[in-house]
């Protein structure tokens, strides 16, 4: 078994959720804003995987989990960024607070 405690997993995936929160929620470029949602995915992906593992009946269903938001957030990268492109051919910028088609 690991030597490392529970404690550790979880003030690492609080650290990286609370940066991609930060980053999600300043900064203006859309491209730092997908890369911090993705920080928050991840950050989630460690609590699944640590509470699977310390849990009261470790089992493997973490694990799963954790595999299944990392296929989501493939995905997610994949259409964020498309639209990134599209947006930037249209637009010529990735500035978040310039991106308002949908408002008019």
């Not at 991609?20 to 900064?27: D, E, H, N, S, V």
């Not at 989630?44 to 957030?73: E, R, Y």
Request: aromatic share 8%; hydrophobic share 60%.
């Amino acid at each position: 078994m690991s030597s490392v405690p529970l404690s550790v997993y979880l003030v690492l995936a609080l650290i990286l959720f609370c940066i991609g929160l930060y980053g999600a929620l300043t900064k203006r470029n859309a491209v730092i804003v997908l890369i911090s949602i993705e920080l928050m995915l991840n950050a989630v992906n460690i609590n699944l995987v640590a509470f699977a593992k310390f849990g009261i009946n470790p089992n493997i269903t973490g694990q799963i989990f954790a595999l299944f938001t990392i296929t989501v957030a493939a995905a997610e990268a994949a259409v964020g960024l498309a639209i990134l492109i599209a947006l930037y051919r249209n637009r010529k910028t990735v500035n978040v607070d310039e991106m308002n088609i949908l408002k008019r």
